[in-house]
T-cell receptor, first 113, second 113 residues
């Protein structure tokens, strides 16, 4: 079975500081991995995805994530936080041959001016 | 290009009633999936349809049903509504069946009173 664990339901960073949102997955074989962002009262927007190509994945808005098979992790980072980054972030996993996402419980990011 | 469109955006129903939610995929997309997002949690997979056939079903009761039409739009139906069905219902579409390339709509917020 697939599952995702997001460590830290709430993360606060100062504007300009490093953003690090943690995600660990559980899967018998390397899956596809995704990060989505959700702004209040909106749907999910894809930030980036890993589909077994390069392990360092660059996404939109300056975000990137690194797939580490040995640690079963896919942490999301951004060098310098902006106020507009304040939102809910979801990590998701999908089996390579599957057709559904398994989402984590989300991390709420607060950016302090 | 229009994205995934869902209607209505908000809905209030009474316990025991029936509800129909609608989704129009991106033009050319043949796969539609439905997810339920309860407040404070990650989205949970309900159904996937591809080429008008059900290709996946999550762990939801039989009160939940869906269908996909020849134009690839989709409906999600929920019978005998319970308070616990209050959630944001998200539709996602993709060109193909795999989960690697889904685009999400903004969702329908259902409140059951």
């Amino acid at each position: 079975a697939q599952s995702v664990t997001q460590l830290g339901s709430h993360v606060s960073v100062s504007e300009g500081a490093l953003v690090l949102l943690r995600c660990n997955y559980s899967s018998s074989v390397p899956p596809y991995l995704f990060w989505y962002v959700q702004y209040p009262n909106q749907g999910l927007q894809l930030l980036l995805k890993y589909t077994s190509a390069a392990t360092l994945v660059k996404g939109i808005n300056g975000f990137e994530a690194e797939f580490k098979k040995s640690e079963t992790s896919f942490h999301l980072t951004k060098p310098s936080a902006h106020m507009s980054d304040a939102a809910e972030y979801f990590c998701a996993v999908s089996p390579v041959t599957g057709n559904q996402f398994y989402f984590g419980t989300g991390t709420s990011l607060t950016v302090i001016p | 290009d229009a994205g995934v469109t869902q209607s209505p955006t908000h809905l209030i129903k009474t316990r025991g009633q029936h509800v129909t939610l609608r989704c129009s995929p991106i033009s050319g997309h043949k796969s539609v999936s439905w997810y339920q997002q309860v407040l404070g949690q990650g989205p949970q997979f309900i159904f996937q349809y591809y080429e008008k056939e059900e290709r996946g079903r999550g762990n939801f009761p039989d009160r939940f049903s869906a269908r996909q039409f020849p134009n690839y739009s989709s409906e999600l139906n929920v019978n005998a509504l319970l308070l616990g069905d209050s959630a944001l219902y998200l539709c996602a579409s993709s060109l193909q069946q795999g989960a690697g390339g889904y685009t999400f709509g903004s969702g329908t917020r259902l409140t059951v009173v």
